[in-house]
Nanobody
Framework: VQLQASGGGVVQAGGSLHLSCVIS????????LGWFRQAPGKEREFVAA????????FYADSVKGRFAISRDNVGNSLHLQMNSLEPEDTAVYYC????????????????????WGQGTLVTVSS
């Protein structure tokens, strides 16, 4: 299975971006998915996660109320709508696949994700 993230770019503070992650190789309808990000000089951090059926989602406190995660199990894709962007959101954003079958716990932890996309850069200017 491979994950390919896209949609990054340069946006002014207060603007919006929509990230997508196309998943190929096999259907992932029984796997949770997540987004992480890594800012320059910082460790990778959790952004958002969604369970295998799309009924449960949770977010890092820093993005709650501004970002929305969604998935399309027919199209085998993952999305992240980012609104009210702040310079602190500048980072490379990675989509990731939880390797567990119907697993849904500790999904803010990088270690539950077994496959990662290559990342897409988001730059928010002040």
């Amino acid at each position: 299975v491979q994950l390919q993230a896209s949609g990054g770019g340069v946006v002014q503070a207060g603007g919006s971006l929509h990230l997508s992650c196309v998943i190929s190789g096999r259907a992932v309808v029984y796997n949770a998915l997540g987004w992480f990000r890594q800012a320059p000089g910082k460790e990778r951090e959790f952004v958002a996660a969604i369970n295998w059926i799309g009924t449960s989602k949770f977010y890092a406190d820093s993005v709650k109320g501004r970002f929305a995660i969604s998935r399309d199990n027919v199209g085998n894709s993952l999305h992240l709508q980012m609104n009210s962007l702040e310079p602190e959101d500048t980072a490379v954003y990675y989509c990731a696949l939880d390797g567990r079958h119907m697993g849904w716990s500790r999904n803010d932890r990088a270690e539950v994700y077994t496959t990662w996309g290559q990342g897409t850069l988001v730059t928010v200017s002040s």
